[in-house]
Nanobody, 119 residues
Framework: VQLQASGGGLVQPGGSLRLSCAAS????????MRWYRQAPGEQREFVAG???????NYADSVKGRFTISRDNAKNTLYLQMNSLKLEDTAVYYC??????????????WGQGTLVTVSS
């Protein structure tokens, strides 16, 4: 089982980006999925999460600007980021609780995708 994050890049303040995270492999079920981020010199922090049923929660710093969603048919997680600020610059990581075939639930991490907000 692998998680592949994509969609990062360079954007100006006030701009938008959409991150994706695709799960692949022999998957039986996917539970909660989350986005985290880690800015230079900082600890990794929670950004947003979504349950298997679609319930969402967000860090206060991104509420009203970011939207997390998932496509269960495609085993893909998304993060729509609008009104980006300089302080949103970070490497963004996806995380998911996945049950591989003939196994139990485990937590998996994607490799990270860099988002740089700069004028």
């Amino acid at each position: 089982v692998q998680l592949q994050a994509s969609g990062g890049g360079l954007v100006q303040p006030g701009g938008s980006l959409r991150l994706s995270c695709a799960a692949s492999g022999s998957i039986s079920s996917i539970g909660a999925m989350r986005w985290y981020r880690q800015a230079p010199g900082e600890q990794r922090e929670f950004v947003a999460g979504i349950s298997s049923g679609g319930s969402t929660n967000y860090a206060d710093s991104v509420k009203g600007r970011f939207t997390i969603s998932r496509d269960n048919a495609k085993n893909t997680l998304y993060l729509q980021m609008n009104s980006l600020k300089l302080e949103d610059t970070a490497v963004y990581y996806c995380n998911a609780v996945i049950m591989p075939l003939n196994s139990v639930y485990n937590a998996y991490w994607g490799q990270g995708t860099l988002v740089t907000v700069s004028s």
